[in-house]
């Protein structure tokens, strides 16, 4: 194995490493949002339950100002988890950029050894058929 071959090895596992990393983060992101919706579905539950109890009225308050924390927060972990996205996809961009140059590095080596044997081949079948021209011809 050539050094360009492990270089490209190494890069394709780079590669793969921020293709997964980027997936956890969008995954996690995914998941940020979801718990936003189910905390708007509650609130709204909430709220008419509220409007229905007098006791339940009572306690809304405290339930609405924990609920609009919990709300902040997780819209600060999902813009840090989309800059954090941005940031590994920008990451990923580069390691595929790095991988094609070895790949096509590696692509003209082997265009260049075909051609160079192709050389070669013709060069021993052209000294073939002049030694075999001669010995027709008898000189």
Do not use: C
């Amino acid at each position: 194995m050539t050094t360009l071959d492990s270089l490209i090895r190494l890069h394709r596992w780079q590669v793969d490493e921020r293709r997964r990393n980027v997936a956890e983060l969008e995954g996690l992101a995914e998941k940020l949002r979801q718990e936003m919706a189910r905390l708007a579905e509650e609130r709204a539950i909430e709220q008419t339950a509220a409007g229905a109890s007098f006791l339940a009225r009572h306690v809304y308050p405290g339930y609405i100002r924990r609920a609009l924390d919990r709300q902040k927060t997780l819209e600060q972990s999902l813009a840090e988890t989309e800059a954090q996205t941005a940031q590994a996809r920008d990451a990923l961009a580069e390691a595929f950029q790095e991988l094609k140059r070895y790949e096509v590095a590696a692509a003209n080596r082997e265009r260049l050894r075909m051609h160079a044997a192709a050389r070669r081949e013709r060069i021993e079948t052209d000294a073939v058929a002049i030694e075999n021209f001669r010995r027709a011809s008898g000189r």
